[in-house]
């Protein structure tokens, strides 16, 4: 695990929108697995400047959607799937094929995470799987408790997760389950990268980064993730023992 910290937000959103547009020079038609959610938009923003500009040619590129909530798709605002296409997608020239999420409205949500572990096998395996990381130390829907061995999956949502996750709905909204790639797909991918930013994060990160690795807090599993990145802004990292 590589820990690499920026004074700002913009610097750490650039410094990981590099790091895919290397991978992506490597090999064009690379498997990337990227989030929703707040942490990465400036992420994206960089890569729809560079692939607007010419240094990143994304349209070889598979995409996969890390989870979404159950009962939920691309026409739900607030959805990880909108979320995605409203901040990424939309603003770029990629093939419908080439993007893939659950189907979270699946009445067999066993077979939807069974189709994504297969498409996975065939584009794979996840050249960079990007997370962020929950106030619970979740990744994903990857609950406190969730076994590091398993691939993709649906589970119930701890009572943080339904909380904070009220933030992405203009209205109370209920969440119950969500689907999601699993914490087996983050070993093997080539490159998992981790991104938080801001104080409001510091002290999950402390634990994740410098606690006990434990399935009681998922994002631990990077301490022993040889060819991860974590990517941290200044106040994000101002509780590890090494910054302070």
């Known amino acids: 695990m590589k820990v690499c910290t920026f004074k700002t937000y ?27 959610g707040d942490s990465p938009v400036g992420v994206f923003n960089t890569l729809i400047n560079y692939a607007n500009t010419g ?6 590129c598979y995409f996969i959607g890390l989870d979404e909530w159950v009962g939920m798709g691309k026409n739900d605002v607030g959805s990880c799937t909108w979320s995605l296409y409203e901040s990424f997608f939309n603003q770029l020239d990629i093939a419908a094929d080439h993007i893939r999420f659950f189907d979270a409205r699946a009445a067999d949500l066993d077979a939807s995470c069974k189709a994504m572990d297969d498409f996975i096998k065939d584009k794979g395996p996840l050249d960079i799987m990007m997370v962020g990381i929950g106030m619970n130390g979740h990744i994903g829907l990857n609950e406190p408790g969730t076994d590091f061995n398993l691939y993709s999956h649906h589970s119930p949502l701890a009572p943080m997760t339904i909380s904070v996750g009220q933030k992405y709905f203009k209205q109370q909204t209920a969440l119950h389950e969500g689907i999601t790639l699993g914490l087996k797909h983050l070993q093997e991918a080539k490159t998992p990268i981790l991104l938080a930013a801001g104080s409001k994060k510091a002290g999950i990160v402390k634990q994740a980064l410098e606690g006990p690795v434990t399935n009681q807090l998922p994002a ?24 302070s």
């Open 10 to 36: 913009d610097e750490m959103s650039i410094a990981a929108a590099d790091r895919i547009v290397e991978q992506v020079r490597q090999k064009p038609d690379s498997l990337l697995c990227f989030p929703s």
């Open 55 to 60: 240094k990143i040619d994304l349209s070889r």
């Open 220 to 243: 631990s599993i990077f301490q022993t993730l040889a060819s991860a990145i974590v990517f941290l802004d200044e106040e994000a990292a101002s509780g590890l023992n090494y910054f």
